[in-house]
């Protein structure tokens, strides 16, 4: 069974650019959620969706925005980006029949490591 | 939001020593995943732990989940270079800030 696949692996913008992450889930998963990890704040949610609809929004400003399509695939896209939004972007997906909220296990990509310049 | 405090943050052993990390909140958890991340990598779920009391093992890892469902631990016993990693508690969509393992040959 294949597992949750990020693209890009790795990528590089200037500041002021924006930037499209993708997220394949995990076969048959209809949950996906999305974090960003830097070694000062560690893991932070970012956004939970479920059916294509999102379900719970952390505390980012709203230059950070996601989708859900329809086969559970899930992208994230940050625009007018900042040195400080250098970081790992995880996503994950869960096989609960609800929101990951419910449930609670997340089974991770490798992620998306986005540097600014 | 659900707070989680993990101590310590940091811990650098010799192998064959054992080890507990903490993980905390002033909230009572519905249930509390633990994870392990290698440098590249994306968090592996290790356990998943829901009643007050609960113990689980995996091989040398012992969780155990407190009885009051707001505190879980993590031992290891005789720590192996590979157990070196991230470790992270969470529950729900709430990650701890981790534990950094070094185990030492």
């Known amino acids: 069974k294949a597992g949750v696949t990020q693209t890009p692996r790795y990528l590089i913008k200037t500041r002021g650019q924006q930037v499209t992450l993708s997220c394949s889930p995990i076969?048959?998963?209809?949950?996906v959620s999305w974090y960003q990890q830097t070694p000062g704040q560690g893991l932070q949610f970012l956004f939970e969706y479920f059916s294509e609809t999102q379900r719970n929004k952390g505390n980012f400003p709203g230059r950070f925005s996601g989708r859900q399509f329809s086969n559970s695939r899930s992208e994230m896209n940050v625009s007018t980006l900042e040195l400080g939004d250098s970081a790992l972007y995880l996503c994950?997906?869960?096989?609960?029949?609800?929101?990951?909220?419910?449930?609670?296990?997340?089974?991770f990509g490798e992620g998306s490591r986005l540097t600014v310049l | 939001t659900q707070l989680l405090e993990q101590s310590p943050q940091f811990l650098s052993i010799q192998e064959g020593e054992n080890l507990t990390v903490y993980c905390n909140s002033s909230?009572?958890?519905?249930?509390l995943q633990w994870y392990r991340q290698e440098p590249g990598e994306g968090p592996v779920l290790l356990v998943t732990?829901?009643?007050?009391?609960e113990v689980k093992k995996l091989k040398r890892l012992t969780f155990q989940f407190g009885d009051a469902r707001k505190d879980s631990s993590l031992h290891i016993t005789a720590a192996q270079p590979g157990d070196t990693g991230l470790y992270l508690c969470a529950s729900r969509l709430t990650f701890g800030e981790g534990t950094q393992l070094t185990v030492n040959p």
């Open positions: 994950a997906s869960s096989s609960g029949r609800g929101p990951i909220s419910n449930t609670g296990e997340l089974f």
């Open positions: 732990v829901v009643t007050g009391g």
């Open positions: 909230s009572v958890f519905s249930s």
């Open positions: 076969s048959g998963h209809r949950s």
